[in-house]
């Protein structure tokens, strides 16, 4: 438990006249629930270490005005991409404040100065101000350090699979369930990378091939917010709704090894049996497992994990089970993520609109090249005369 900063703990009282505009402090843990209650103009109070894209971009979704992190935004772990996203979107990021910012209070009035930090007019805090000129100093000391992640997740993938050889070879520990994925297509859809473009992209190809449509955690609320029903549900179900879990879906819940799955309770208390599903990888890797080994014709992954970059912005050794879980399900998987960005039209509303004012013209003066069309003109022009004679009698009294 963190310790309770008293007033007598803290830098003296001084005028926030210099400070820049703030607003009421929102501190969450973690990130992503955080995001969930932030609004514009909040600032957001985290503890996180390596920002990675994903809360990076969630962060700019809720527009606050500053991010504070009691940790360091990048760790020289790996090139992370988070704090480059936050800086370039106008967000004040201030790093390595410690923990103790952790402890203002709920809706207290933040305020910040350079790279100062003051509550209710109260220094509190002091951190580095990041500039994109720190950002990139920081990433090059990163690019330098990544060798040594390369190695940790070569090992972290030879572990895994020796640990989970049956799982991945054979398929011995993938339970029944009772949604069929034999013959079908299934589209697994993750709250990872520009997600909701490519779900939107793809709303063609689920009206045409129906596939099933499994929701790995928030992933099931992207699809609901998308105005389509998940089939499935997979994961440890600490991000999803419960308006997702109470939606119909088959739950199958990500238990580890020994067979404890906190999010077990959650569901049976919402009146849903969920199956268990014991696995050391990911909840994304048991999904493509699952309609792996169901027979699905065809597996289509929308905001999933697929480079080095994004396995470590995961910052989990257990990401080397996406790896494996790739090589064993590739030769069905089709890796949708981007493709929104594959194809964007370029014509612009201004260019459609002339396009379709030229061709009305072209059918206009088709028509008015026949008798038939000149009468029809002549009828519509004695209709709109009456018209404009009915309209004139009645402001003319």
């Given at each position: 438990m963190r310790p309770i900063l008293r007033r007598a703990d803290r830098a003296p009282e001084t005028s926030d006249d210099t400070a820049e505009p703030g607003g009421p402090a929102r501190v969450g843990a973690r990130t992503k629930d955080l995001t969930k209650r932030l609004r514009a103009g909040d600032v957001a109070i985290i503890d996180h270490a390596d920002v990675?894209?994903?809360?990076?971009?969630?962060?700019?979704?809720?527009?606050?005005?500053?991010?504070?992190?009691?940790?360091?935004?990048?760790?020289?772990?790996?090139?992370?991409?988070g704090p480059d996203i936050l800086v370039r979107a106008g967000i004040v990021l201030i790093d390595a404040l410690g923990p103790q910012i952790m402890d203002v209070a709920e809706g207290a009035r933040v305020t910040f100065d350079g790279g100062t930090v003051l509550v209710d007019g109260t220094e509190y805090a002091t951190g580095t101000r990041q500039t994109p000129e720190t950002i990139e100093r920081d990433l090059a000391a990163a690019r330098e350090g990544l060798s040594d992640e390369i190695e940790s997740f070569a090992e972290n993938t030879l572990t895994y699979l020796r640990r989970e050889r049956d799982l991945l070879l054979d398929g011995v520990g993938v339970p029944d369930v009772r949604t069929r994925f034999e013959g079908r297509h299934v589209l697994i859809v993750v709250r990872g990378y520009h997600y909701r473009e490519d779900l939107a992209m793809l709303r063609s190809y689920i009206?045409?091939?129906?596939?099933?449509?499994?929701?790995?955690?928030?992933?099931?609320?992207?699809?609901?917010d998308?105005?389509?029903?998940?089939?499935?549900?997979?994961?440890?179900?600490?991000?999803?709704?419960?308006?997702?879990?109470?939606?119909?879906?088959?739950?199958?819940v990500h238990a580890y090894r020994d067979g404890n799955a906190p999010g077990m309770d959650r569901v049976r208390a919402l009146g849903v049996d969920p199956v268990p599903f014991p696995a050391t990888g990911t909840s994304e890797d048991i999904a493509m497992l699952l309609a792996d080994d169901k027979d699905a014709e065809?597996?289509?992954?929308?905001?999933?994990?697929?480079?080095?970059?994004?396995?470590?912005?995961?910052?989990?050794?257990?990401?080397?089970?996406?790896?494996?879980?790739?090589?064993?399900?590739?030769?069905?998987?089709?890796?949708?993520?981007?493709?929104?960005?594959?194809?964007?039209?370029r014509i612009s509303n201004l260019q459609l609109t002339l396009l379709s004012l030229a061709g009305v013209a072209a059918v206009l003066a088709a028509l008015w090249s026949t008798a038939a069309g000149q009468t029809a003109f002549g009828l519509v022009g004695a209709q709109f005369d009456d018209i404009v004679s009915w309209v004139g009698s009645l402001f003319g009294g």
């Open positions: 990675d894209r994903v809360a990076a971009d969630a962060l700019v979704a809720a527009g606050p005005c500053a991010v504070l992190n009691a940790a360091a935004s990048t760790t020289g772990r790996y090139p992370n991409a009206a045409e091939n129906r596939p099933v449509l499994v929701g790995v955690d928030g992933g099931a609320d992207a699809i609901l998308a105005g389509m029903q998940p089939d499935m549900i997979v994961g440890d179900m600490d991000s999803v709704s419960d308006k997702a879990l109470t939606s119909g879906a088959e739950i199958v065809l597996i289509v992954a929308v905001g999933t994990h697929a480079t080095l970059v994004e396995f470590l912005d995961k910052g989990r050794a257990g990401m080397a089970s996406t790896f494996l879980t790739r090589l064993r399900v590739g030769g069905k998987l089709v890796d949708a993520k981007g493709v929104s960005r594959l194809y964007r039209t």
